[in-house]
């Protein structure tokens, strides 16, 4: 029996970049959410011990505080390198616009309904999407490049 009278799916490359690139960019997203999360808890938390440590007279707590606030400014340095809640909220907005995309697609609805070549539409407006997330990124490194400079 050949795979036509089965009618068995063919693979198809642009929903499979499609879910691809959803999957991708809702892990990262979720990878940046928890370090972001992480980091700022952490620093809260040292935040909150500093008068805690200080006023509960507790042996060396001058260098104990001291310590913690170096904590607090290394956390926020690499908050500020990597861009965490940036990113994750940049990736998960790309993720959600994909899925729609998906959605749409699939209902045939949107600009899907009218189109000459739904799939070939879906292909140019997924891509159109990713090319937008990397513009995006590329500007957000070329802003923090700027802003080293002049510091």
Not at 41 to 53: D, G, Q
Not at 58 to 69: R, S
Not at 97 to 107: G, Q, R, S, T, V
Request: proline share 3%; aromatic share 10%.
């Amino acid at each position: 029996m050949s795979a036509a009278a089965v009618n068995l799916p063919v693979s198809d490359p642009v929903m499979a970049r499609l879910d691809d690139q959803i999957k991708w960019y809702g892990e990262k997203s979720s990878h940046c959410q928890q370090y972001y999360k992480r980091i700022k808890l952490t620093e809260i938390v040292a935040a909150a011990l500093i008068p805690f440590i200080v006023g509960a007279h507790v042996a060396y707590a001058a260098w104990i505080a001291g310590a913690l606030g170096v904590l607090i400014t290394i956390l926020e340095g690499v908050l500020q390198l990597y861009q965490y809640q940036q990113v994750w909220v940049a990736y998960r907005a790309t993720a959600e616009a994909m899925k729609h995309e998906k959605f749409i697609y699939l209902a045939r609805g949107g600009p899907y309904a009218s189109a000459t070549d739904p799939h070939a539409l879906l292909a140019e407006r997924v891509e159109a999407l990713g090319s937008q997330e990397n513009s995006k990124w590329t500007s957000l490194v070329q802003q923090e490049q700027k802003v080293k400079a002049g510091a």
